[in-house]
């Protein structure tokens, strides 16, 4: 494979989106109470560490061995895969989308690692807007995955503005 800036650009992207998270788990793992709340940002950011054996919110988690490793380790392995092919093969994305689709693989691969590694993925960031108003508990790499999907639909609302104009 021939390195240009462009794949320069996806591989680093996808690399720093690791590095991030899995340092930000270790510290957590190492320093941080399982369940306890530290405020980052009054009760506002807070840091709560828990173990997740599912995916997003811990859907998943309740489902037999197989079907878990199916779904959590195999299926999102190939997913990541045919996402990283399309995006060296469509040479029509912009800046902007490379980085989306590389924030995403990056963060996908991070959870499938803790998933295959640890059996689990720890999660330690909580937002709480209202008593009723909250996010559940993530990471860094769901951070990257949902920022990514963001800038997507932006990017996508933005070309087809550019289209109808």
Same mark, same amino acid.
């Given at each position: @494979?021939?390195? /240009?800036? $462009?794949?320069?650009?996806?591989?680093? /992207?996808?690399?720093?989106?690791?590095?991030?998270?899995?340092?930000?788990?270790?510290?957590?793992?190492?320093?941080?109470? @399982?369940? +306890? #709340?530290?405020?980052?940002?009054?009760?506002? #950011?807070?840091?709560?560490?828990?173990?997740?054996?599912? !995916?997003?919110?811990?859907?998943?988690?309740?489902?037999?061995? /197989?079907? $878990?490793?199916? *779904? *959590?380790?195999?299926?999102?392995?190939?997913?990541?895969?045919?996402?990283?092919?399309?995006?060296?093969?469509?040479?029509?994305?912009?800046?902007?989308? *490379? #980085?989306?689709? !590389?924030?995403?693989?990056?963060?996908?691969? !991070?959870?499938?690692?803790?998933?295959?590694?640890?059996?689990?993925?720890?999660?330690?960031?909580?937002?709480?807007?209202?008593?009723?108003?909250?996010?559940?508990?993530?990471?860094? !790499?769901?951070?990257?995955?949902? /920022?990514? @999907?963001?800038?997507?639909?932006?990017? @996508? #609302?933005?070309?087809?503005?550019?289209? +109808?104009?």
């Amino acid at each position: @494979m021939k390195f /240009t800036k $462009r794949s320069i650009f996806i591989f680093t /992207t996808i690399i720093f989106t690791i590095i991030a998270d899995q340092a930000s788990k270790y510290v957590v793992v190492k320093h941080v109470k @399982m369940g +306890s #709340f530290t405020p980052i940002i009054g009760d506002f #950011f807070q840091l709560l560490h828990v173990k997740n054996q599912g !995916a997003f919110l811990g859907m998943g988690s309740d489902l037999n061995e /197989t079907f $878990r490793v199916l *779904l *959590l380790l195999i299926l999102p392995v190939v997913v990541l895969g045919f996402v990283l092919r399309h995006i060296f093969k469509d040479k029509t994305l912009d800046n902007w989308s *490379l #980085f989306a689709f !590389a924030s995403i693989i990056g963060g996908g691969i !991070a959870n499938v690692y803790d998933r295959y590694a640890y059996g689990e993925v720890t999660d330690f960031l909580f937002m709480k807007l209202t008593d009723t108003i909250r996010t559940g508990v993530f990471n860094l !790499a769901d951070l990257s995955v949902s /920022t990514g @999907m963001i800038i997507l639909v932006i990017m @996508m #609302f933005k070309s087809k503005n550019k289209a +109808s104009a």
